[in-house]
């Protein structure tokens, strides 16, 4: 039988004879997601982690491309009006994207796609594409965030202080969506992802 990967919307419609899965992690700044994503992809290579555009200037060791499509403001501004994105937020001061095309391909072809997005991405996922799977990741307190968040140092004060602010925002929402996982201990955190994503 076919069957018919679409958004509501129908933007992004198209016919697949056997489509993948949507998944999305989400989940506060300095949680972990990161983290447990690239464990995750190391021991599932059939994974596809979709690279997101952003305005932000590149971490220390980040690599255009792989970690992200460090792109302009008015480059990001074109690709939303020529409707390039899957979704899209404003989060700290910068934009983040995820391309539609790539994903929409991978999911065709039977793959399972992985999104690591901030909340406002997340929701409109979540009303776009009924079907995806989401899963937020929490922290074990609020003060083991700020601590991971500090510790991480690779963001300015200001990047910290904004990220923060946006932190018990996010976590209020965890509730919102499918599964919610503790990142504590780290390895149990990255097999409940695992026994999510693989039975
Ligand atoms: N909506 C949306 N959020 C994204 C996208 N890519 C990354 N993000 C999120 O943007 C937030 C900031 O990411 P980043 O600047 O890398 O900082 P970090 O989360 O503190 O490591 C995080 O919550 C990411 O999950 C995207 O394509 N769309
Ligand atoms: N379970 C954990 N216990 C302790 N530290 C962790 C754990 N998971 C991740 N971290 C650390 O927390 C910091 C933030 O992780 P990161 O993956 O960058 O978060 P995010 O992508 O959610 O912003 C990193 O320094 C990472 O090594």
Known sequence: MMQVLSSKSGANTKECPSPGKLIVLTGPSGVGKGTLLRSLLQRHPELYYSV????????????DGKDYYFISRSKFEQLVAAGKFLEWAEFAGNYYGTPSEPVIDQICSGKLVVLEIELEGARQIRRSFPSAL???????????????????????QEAIARRLQRAQEEINAANEFD?????????????????VLFG
């Open 52 to 63: 997101s555009a952003t305005t932000r200037s590149p971490r220390p060791g980040e690599v």
């Open 134 to 156: 989401s899963i937020f990741i929490l922290p074990p307190s609020f003060n083991e965030l700020e601590k991971r968040i500090r510790s991480r140092g690779q963001d300015s």
């Open 179 to 195: 599964i919610q996982i503790v990142n504590d201990d780290f390895e149990t955190a990255l097999n409940s992802i695992e026994a």
